[in-house]
Every structure is written in structure tokens, then in C-alpha cells.
């Protein structure tokens, strides 16, 4: 029986991304919003924005797109206060456009800290400047808290920075306005509008990202994740809590962990993987031993508790969230939930942090958490104080050092000489707040960032059952030097269905070259079959492909408009052709295809007609087969064009049961 085999042309396009120098939290312009905070209806409270300069600087606060503003101007290691509207930036309920984006921007280099503060109900996140943001972004946040009947849910919210935003969003979980867990809907945002989804489950693992039509049209945005008022650990009493996302790109893969302080029983964190089959392992610090062990999906995340100093290690990029209990947890009146993300290390920063440590609304307790380079100890100093003294190593990571000490509520300068990272925190009667005093944003790098298409699964193919498709995903390497990626970089997960030829590796890329890496797909059988296809650069990328087993068809039709009898390409018992490549070609060509058995000859003879009906016949190079999993064999064979006036072919093959048809160009 003949079939024509149906080929479907594919392109993912995936960008190798250099290491974004010296990117952290201070800039010059940032976008912030503050997420609602305890009932709708509330009108108590303030919305506070924390400004600190290394030098001089002056600028505004505003609401942009509802007409308010405000002028600041601070002296070198200064720190300043502007307050928000309560009316105007409070942003209420779920999945309406609002206009509750706040806009700060200065002459010079600052940093930026939002306060949401409600009398026993205050969080706090450090903003993130414009280069610091990000086009796609996963959730961590917390299970919502339902009292007497009233839900105060778990919470997220979007941020344009760019009119013409598009962002398509994934809930974990049923939305308050009726959209399903998994449902994938986009919303349409100009700069200073904002969309807060919530949710009466756990609003983690929820999916954010930017579509455009090609890849440079997908524009960054702002993602800030918490919960209304929530219980962790489920004890009470419940708090508002609130961190500004870190965009996928800045996950990391090791972490060293500090307890807050005066906690009996310590914290809680939460893991979340970008991969799937990401390996993430907890250990105690004293001893190492484990703590937690999980391999998560994508979106999935590990929760644990623990009071003592921890190391995360994780064969993927992970984000990490460290939780405050609520007091009724360890029954000190002192103390009260929010949550904050843990730099990871290789982000660390440099040089000096100035932060507020802040008189929320009745906290009392300053405290601020630090880990440095050990060879940096000697040189920390806070408020121009050596504190060098109060720094003890970690057992397990000794080149990384910590410390936890008291502050007062002020401006405080913290310098070190070397790497380091930093979050303040404090504690008051059933209220609390925490933040990260500092952060390095780097993206992981070099890395390969996938531009994926708007259709998932990336690659999709569809052929007959024995039969055999072949495409290309194409790579650009936009760096000025050359990037090499063997067989041990590029890997498929199951390699049953789908394979990889070994012939085209090593894959060389030159400076801003783009090349194809082959794919090919043979069912055998009438079912659908999926595999991830995993690129590793010191960093991974990820593309799923699926695709279906057909029945084989007869259509008698021509597939060429050269001068010979019409005829289709065939796919019979055991054969199946491939698409030629590289094509156009030069002076060769190569051909792949299955047949059924392994080991065995291929009888057949093979010809190349130009426009004009002459035929040639070329001369076979090589043919090299390599036993599959299922007992057929992939082969290549390498065909010699030497010879050929330029120009396009038809390539005829046949065996004793089939004909084979493909189209090829030569170039000179």
C-alpha cells in the first residue's frame, strides 16, 4: 500500500542569552503596586514608599494614570518616606484593570521598598527596577485563609511597565471570576494598569507570561504574589503577605538558609521548580542531614519546616520562600506571618545595602539577616560599625558565613567587601514584616532562553504508523564567540518515538549564526506519543513535542511537476523516508529512514531527475544504521552531488515494494 507522507515545517527559535552584568535592585525607574491587604471594605492603613540613595538624588512618586504625584529628594545614604494615597493605590478585588500602578522615578541610581501596613496586617517587598524585570514568571504564595464564612484568598497581581502588554495567565486554581485551574486566558494591559487574580486555593504555580508575535514583540512586566491575610503554618493569627517575583530567568540552583530570629519553631519554606524532573535536596547545616528530598515537576514545589541552618541544592532552577509562622505557632505574642524570597547563591551583591528598617504599624523588634563570602567578614560594617564579630561559618558551605542581628528603626548602612545578601525584618504584636534588604539579579548564563510559539507543545508531528518525519529546531547563538553543543548537551528523555541523529553532532555555532538540530519522529502505533527535548548549556532548556500515529493512505496524486510518470511517496511494511538535508546542499546530501529490521540490507536504487527529465544517478557515499529500542533501525545514507549543474531536483529512491519521491536544490 503507498502513502503520501505528510510533512509538517517547524521552527522554535531559541536565543542563547549572555550574562546580564551587574543587574540588582537599584535603578533609576520602577514600576511597584500594592496588592489588597485584609477586607475590601477596610479603609484603615497606609501605603508607604521607601526610597534610599547611595548618592544624592531627587525625583518623583506617582500614580500615573490617575493624575497624583509627589516630589522626593534625598542626601547621599539617605533613606526617605512617600506616602501613597490609600484610596487611590489600594488594589481591591480580582480580575478587573485597574489603575493602581505606581511609578517612581530619580535622577540617579536608588532603591526601592513598598510598605502595605494595616494595623496588625503589614508586608513588605522590595521593588525591582525596569532591567531587573522579566517576560515570563511562576507564583509562590500561600493557601488562603477562610473565617466565619469570609474567604481572604491567595492572591497575585500584573504590572504593565509598556502599553500594548499581553500577558497570558494560567491560575493553579479556580479564580475568584469563575476561570478555571489550567485555563489559559490573556488580558491586554498599558503602562500603570494593573489585574489582581485571586483565588480561594493556593495560588502557586500559577503561569505568567508576555505573547507577542514574534519573540522581541513579548514586553517585561511586574509579577507581586502573597495573600490577603494569611495563616502559615495554620496557626493564628493571619497577616497580609506580599513579595515582588523574581522572573524565571533569575532562579537559582543553591541556597544557604538562616532561621529568623526568636522563633521556637521555626520556619517554613517552599520550594517551586521551573522543570520538570528538577531533583531539589535539604539539608541540615550541623550535620547533613536531610531535611527534604523531592523531584518536582514543573510548577510543583516542596514545603518543609525548620528552624536550624539549612543548605537547598537543586539540579534545576528553583525559586525559595522563606515563611514566618503565625504566633499562635510557637504562643509568642511577638510575632506574626509574611514571607520573603531567599537569594540564591551566585547572585549575591557587592559593596554596601541602605534599607529602612521601618515603624510599621506596632512593630517594636528589628532584626536583620546576613550572609557573606567569609573572606568578606572582616570588612562588614553596619552603620560604619564593625560587626565582624557576630559572624559565625556555615559547617557544610564554610566559605559562606551569617549572622542575625538586632537594628534600630532607620536608615541603615550595611557594607561588606565582597559578596553578600541581606533581609530585614521585625516583629510586633500579631503583626510583622520582612524584606530583602538587598538582591543580585543576574540571569542564569549563559543560557539557552527558549522563544517558544504560542502553540504547546513546541513541536507537534504527525505521520503515518512506520513512518518517519523529520524536522529542525533552530538555535541562535547571538554572542561573539562560538558556541559548541555535543551529544552530551542535547537529550531526549524517553528516546523511543523520537530521536535524535547522532551524525549532526558536535553542533557548531559562530557568532549570531543559526542553525537547525534534527528531530525525527516514527510511531509505531496509532496512539499519540510525547518526549522532552532537553538542550543543557550550564543551564537547561526545555521543549516538549508530541505527536500521533496515523493509518497509512493512499492519495493518487503527484508530488512534483516534472516530466515522469506521476507517482507518490510511499510508505510500505517496514519503510519510511525522511526529508533530505542540508537542503539546498552543495556537494552532498543525506538521507535518513527506518526500516524494519535491523541489521539488515536495504535493496534499492536511487536517481536524480532535474526540471528537464534527465536522470542521473549519484554515487552512495556511506550507509550507517543504528539499532532502536523497538527493533528497527534508523539509518543515513550519504549521498555524493558532485558533478550536478546547479539547480532543483527531484529524488527518486526505490526498493522492490515502494517508490519514494523528495525535492532538493543544489547550489553551486
Known sequence: MTARLLIICLMLTALLTPLRAEVGHQGREFWLAFMQNFDAEETAGALRVYISAEAPASGTVSLPLLGWQENFSLGARQSVMVEVPRNLGHTLRSETIQQTGVFVQADNEI?????????????????????????????????????????????????????????????????FAGREAGKVFRV?????????????????????????????????????????????????ACDHIVEQMLPTSAWGREFVTV?????????????????????VEVRKDDDGGILARATLGQAEFLEYRTGTLATVSASGPVLLAQYSLGLGCDNIARSDPFFLLVNP????????????????????????????????????????????DQFRPFLSRPEYSWAQIDVVPQSNILEVGGEFSAFAYGFGEAVSYGFSAILGLEELA????????????????????????????????????????????????????????????????????????????????????????????????EVQIAGSGRPVSFQ????????????????????????????????????????????????????????????????????????????????????DLGGLTPGLYTMLLQTGKATFLRRIAILD
Open 188 to 236: 491586554q494591559l498599558n503602562a500603570g494598569e494593573t489585574y489582581q487574580v485571586q483565588t480561594d486555593g493556593d495560588a502557586t504555580g500559577s503561569y505568567v507570561r508576555s505573547v507577542g508575535a514574534r519573540p522581541e514583540d513579548r514586553k517585561q512586566f511586574a509579577v507581586l504574589a502573597g495573600g490577603v491575610c494569611a495563616t502559615i503554618g495554620q496557626c493564628p
Open 111 to 175: 532603591a526601592v521598598y513598598a510598605l502595605n501596613d494595616r494595623q496588625q496586617s503589614s508586608d513588605m517587598s522590595i521593588a525591582l527596577p525596569l532591567d531587573g524585570l522579566g517576560d515570563e514568571y511562576y507564583v509562590l504564595s500561600y493557601p488562603p485563609l477562610e473565617v466565619g464564612g469570609r474567604v481572604r484568598p491567595s492572591q497575585f497581581l500584573v504590572l504593565a511597565t509598556e502599553d500594548e502588554t499581553t500577558v497570558e495567565i494560567s491560575p493553579s486554581a479556580p479564580t
Open 446 to 541: 549563559p543560557c539557552l532562553a527558549p522563544q517558544l510559539s504560542d502553540e504547546r507543545p513546541a513541536a507537534v508531528f504527525e505521520t503515518g504508523v512506520s513512518g518517519l518525519q523529520c524536522d529542525s529546531l533552530f538555535i541562535f547563538n547571538p554572542r561573539d564567540e562560538d558556541l559548541v553543543l555535543d551529544r552530551q548537551s542535547v537529550a531526549l528523555k524517553t528516546n523511543q518515538q523520537f530521536s535524535l541523529p547522532s551524525h549532526q553532532f558536535p553542533l557548531r555555532l559562530g557568532p549570531r549564526e543559526t542553525r537547525g538540530i534534527w528531530l525525527c519522529f516514527a510511531p509505531d502505533a496509532l496512539q499519540s506519543f510525547s518526549d522532552v527535548l532537553t538542550v543543557v548549556e550550564r543551564c537547561d532548556l
Open 556 to 639: 493518487a496524486a503527484s508530488d512534483c511537476e516534472v516530466r515522469l510518470r506521476a507517482a507518490t511517496a510511499s510508505g510500505t511494511e517496514g519503510l519510511a523516508l525522511g526529508q533530505p538535508f542540508p537542503n539546498p546542499a552543495v556537494s552532498s546530501v543525506t538521507i535518513p529512514y527506518h526500516h524494519a529490521a535491523a541489521g539488515s540490507a536495504l535493496g534499492f536504487s536511487l536517481s536524480l531527475i532535474n526540471n528537464v527529465g534527465e536522470r542521473f544517478r549519484p554515487t552512495i557515499r556511506a550507509a550507517v544504521q543504528s539499532p532502536l529500542p523497538n527493533g528497527r533501525a534508523y539509518a543515513e545514507m550519504t549521498v
Open 345 to 388: 547563591i551566585g547572585q549575591f551583591c557587592s559593596g554596601s545595602a541602605i534599607f529602612p528598617t521601618v515603624p510599621a504599624i506596632g512593630v517594636d523588634d528589628h532584626f536583620l539577616n546576613v550572609v557573606v563570602k567569609s573572606d568578606a567578614v572582616a570588612s562588614a560594617r553596619l552603620g560604619g560599625v564593625a560587626i565582624a
Open 259 to 279: 532561621p529568623l530570629a526568636s522563633r521556637l519553631r521555626g520556619d517554613i519554606y517552599r520550594v517551586l521548580a521551573l522543570r520538570n524532573d528538577t531533583e
